[in-house]
């Protein structure tokens, strides 16, 4: 008599179907992640207003979040997990809502069916509103500071009610291209030193860095936590930082009160990213702007 094969044995012959990930939103962190993860094999789409951008490695599509017809067909890729890292065209209230709160809301109907992707939703630690240095980590309340961290969190709330969503709160991301706090200080214009500003930061490739590992953690099978704080291990003060990179410059600076944002004064912790197992490439601002300033182009 001839012995039927298991179920689980015949499963265990079929070639494996690649991970489907969706950027919408793909620009430089999109891109980044999307490359990285084609490379391993993923099946990777990339969505934005202008997919002349997106890296060749990404199946390219044309669309934008606040226009809903643009997202028709979204649904029918299947995807397994939806990564979304939205820019509003500006840091206003009206710009915010459009692109978080009215885009979360268009992006669900867009996926709308059966399927229920793991979505990353790339937000801000703006959604904090303590001002006075505290230290902060997930569990801390968050109410949002001012109309635009109002609607980032607004988003996040809409996204993880409706889809399973993992939210990765990051705090200034900067890196090659990201040039805003060393164009202050090429012009020889630091912030006050009292009453203390803490900042944060992240770099740019652990940013990218860390999506793809929670990505491949999830696609592996394992529980993600529903947020995390995107940032390195090192909060200081903005005085301290930009006065180092002065003297990395070799520059003469003055300070400038108009630098000074109180709102933004608190202290991050990435104990939960280090948790999850990854490694930062850039642990503190010395590491990650001492970087910069090694690249030939660098704007000394």
């Not at 991301?173 to 944060?200: C, D, K, T, W």
Request: net charge positive; aromatic share 6%.
């Amino acid at each position: 008599m001839s012995q039927s094969v298991p179920p689980s044995a015949t499963l265990s012959t079929r070639p494996a179907r690649p991970p489907r990930l969706l950027i919408i939103g793909c620009g430089d962190i999109g891109n980044g992640v999307g490359q990285t993860l084609a490379a391993r094999g993923w099946q990777v789409w990339g969505l934005r207003r202008d997919p002349a951008r997106i890296d060749p490695a990404i199946q390219a599509l044309a669309g934008d979040v606040t226009a809903p017809a643009t997202l028709a067909g979204l649904a029918a890729l299947a995807p397994d997990h939806v990564l979304v890292t939205l820019t509003p065209g500006a840091r206003s209230a009206e710009a915010y809502r459009a692109v978080y709160e009215q885009g979360a809301a268009n992006l669900l109907a867009a996926l709308a069916g059966d399927a229920r992707p793991h979505t990353l939703w790339v937000s801000s630690t703006s959604v904090y509103h303590q001002h006075n240095g505290e230290w902060l980590d997930e569990s801390s309340a968050a109410e949002g500071a001012g109309a635009t961290g109002k609607s980032l969190l607004a988003a996040e709330q809409l996204m993880q009610q409706a889809l399973p969503t993992t939210v990765l709160r990051c705090a200034g991301i900067y890196g090659p291209g990201r040039n805003r706090l060393l164009s202050q200080v090429r012009e020889g214009r630091v912030s006050p030193e009292y009453p203390v500003q803490y900042s944060n930061r992240i770099h740019r490739d652990d940013v990218v860095g860390f999506i793809v590992h929670l990505l491949q953690q999830r696609a592996a099978g394992r529980r993600l936590q529903d947020c995390y704080i995107g940032v390195d291990d090192l909060p200081a003060p903005l005085a301290e930082v930009q006065r180092w990179l002065a003297a990395q410059l070799g520059i003469d600076t003055v300070v400038d009160q108009s630098l000074r944002h109180q709102r933004a004064s608190k202290r991050l912790s990435n104990q939960r990213l280090k948790d999850s197992g990854y490694q930062l490439q850039y642990p503190d601002y010395r590491a990650g702007y001492g970087a910069m300033l090694r690249e030939p182009d660098a704007p000394c």
